[in-house]
């Protein structure tokens, strides 16, 4: 039974990610340069290539590393009936959304480690040192830094008694909402509020990428916009005033691929 939905799961997966994933980040790509929503600073071919080429390595761990290590870890959850949503006596499909919704939160609290740990940082900032934000900076997340979320994945899904397809799903819906919420797309301010009501989007997700410290220390949530307000962490900014970049660089030089995988390993102030 474990293995058999285990299967099933990173089969849903790999399904679900083919139909959504391509489709999700060719529209976003070409309909935010129809709607803008800043100034390219680095509009060439070469940044689109290097992103892609991160976001390529970390694809391939996130797929044969942290999904199969989650899904593992929920298989073995629901076999035991082991979690803290095993023992609440709710439908499947409650818990099954109830399973998502917690799944999101454990998220914003990763994200948000990712920029309070310095060793999370420095693999972090690879992600956010990118000169433009836009779809493609959606893909670029170092490799390690992907593997490195496989324990905490793991982990999330056993305590809280995560089913494997809600894993599954979950994987591609944060893929998904991770390419929106990084695009330049331009939408109606009006819009874009209604919508971050419950959701993260482009215009709250531009201040996160901000060289203020203080804007990138904020809007850590990565489909419901909820956790940051729970936690004070939110804010609002117009995202044509949001300078992109990181606050260790504000002005980072061009970087390579081989550069960009080095870097969370150079000494400060050393140039890889």
Known sequence: MGARAERSA??????????????????????????????????????????????ALAGLVAR???????????????????????????????RAALAFVATDYAMYLWHRANHVAPALWRLHRV??????????????????????????????AAVMGVPPGVVAVYEVAMQCATLWHHSALRLPPALDRAIARVFVTPRVHAAHH?????????????????????????????PTAVTIGSPDEPSPP??????????PFVRAGETP
Do not use: C, K, M, Y
């Open 10 to 55: 990173l089969r849903a997966l790999d399904l679900l990610g083919l139909a959504a994933l391509p489709a999700a980040g060719v529209a976003l790509f070409v309909a935010e340069r129809l709607r803008p929503a800043r100034e390219r600073v680095d509009p060439g071919p070469a940044r689109v290539a290097r992103n892609l080429g991160v976001g």
């Open 64 to 94: 044969l590393v942290v999904a199969p290590a989650a899904v593992s870890a929920a298989a073995w959850s629901t076999r035991r009936r082991f979690g803290l949503l095993h023992r609440l006596p709710l439908p499947p499909v409650a």
């Open 210 to 238: 901000s060289v203020e410290a203080r804007e990138t220390n904020a809007n850590w949530s990565v489909i419901f916009s909820g956790w940051d307000r729970l936690h004070g962490t939110a804010i609002d900014r117009d």
């Open 127 to 156: 992600h956010h040192l990118d000169r433009d934000l836009d779809a493609t900076t959606a893909a670029r997340f170092h490799l390690v830094e992907v593997a490195a979320s496989a324990p905490w994945r793991a982990a999330q």
């Open 254 to 263: 061009h970087r390579g691929l081989l550069a960009l995988l080095a870097l």
